[in-house]
Each structure stands twice: as structure tokens, then as C-alpha cells.
């Protein structure tokens, strides 16, 4: 059974910093590539950042030069580090493994605010 569980999620004040998790299961990870979407109150889920099986990352405009996605295989873990964020980043994110399959974590919140 695949598991894609996600933590890291919260308040941070705009300028802070967070960094997101999400441990995989039930896939060989370094196969995928992975992925980190966001779905704001009556928005569209939208991706956010990727990294390939390479370790080719790609990244949203509205996020470049903020968030880095890395992956660690050795532990089924992809980050997400979110410096500098915006009220405008506040949203659920989600965790996404695609391959020959497609995979969706729960979501963790995470709240732009002072």
C-alpha cells in the first residue's frame, strides 16, 4: 500500500521560514519524481515544485528564488523549504509521487500571517 505523509505544516510569519516533509512508502522511491502542489481556498490545486529522479528540479514563478525542493532516497523523503513566504502562499499542500503511478498524500496546512 502506497503512504505519502506529510508534516511540517503551520503558522509562520511573512519572512520566516518552514521546510515541509513527506515520507514515502509502498514505492521505490528513487524511481519518482516527486512533487509538491497547493490548493488555496477556492483556487485550483497547483503545482508548486518538482524534483526528478535526476535531481532535476523545477519550480512555479510565484515561488523561485523562496522554496527549494530536495529529496533524500536513502529515507523516502522529499523537503520543501519555504523561505520568505507570503500571505498568498497560505494553502493546503500536498505531496505527489508520479511514475507509472500517481500518488496523493493528505495534506498539511500551512498559514502565512502575522
Known amino acids: 500500500q502506497v503512504q505519502l505523509v506529510e508534516s511540517g505544516g503551520g503558522l509562520v510569519q511573512p519572512g520566516g521560514s518552514l521546510r515541509l516533509s513527506c515520507v514515502a512508502s509502498?514505492?521505490?522511491?528513487?524511481?519518482?519524481?516527486m512533487a509538491w502542489y497547493r490548493q488555496a481556498p477556492g483556487k485550483q490545486r497547483e503545482l508548486v515544485a518538482q524534483?526528478?529522479?535526476?535531481?532535476?528540479?523545477n519550480y512555479a514563478d510565484s515561488v523561485k528564488g523562496r522554496f527549494t525542493i530536495s529529496r533524500e532516497n536513502a529515507d523516502n523523503t522529499v523537503y520543501l523549504q519555504m523561505n520568505n513566504p507570503k500571505p498568498e502562499d497560505t494553502a493546503i499542500y500536498y505531496c505527489?509521487?508520479?511514475?507509472?503511478?500517481?500518488?496523493w498524500g493528505r495534506g498539511t496546512q500551512v498559514t502565512v500571517s502575522s
Open positions: 505527489n509521487a508520479r511514475y507509472i503511478s500517481n500518488h
Open positions: 524534483i526528478t529522479s535526476d535531481l532535476s528540479p
Open positions: 509502498g514505492i521505490i522511491f528513487r524511481r519518482y519524481v
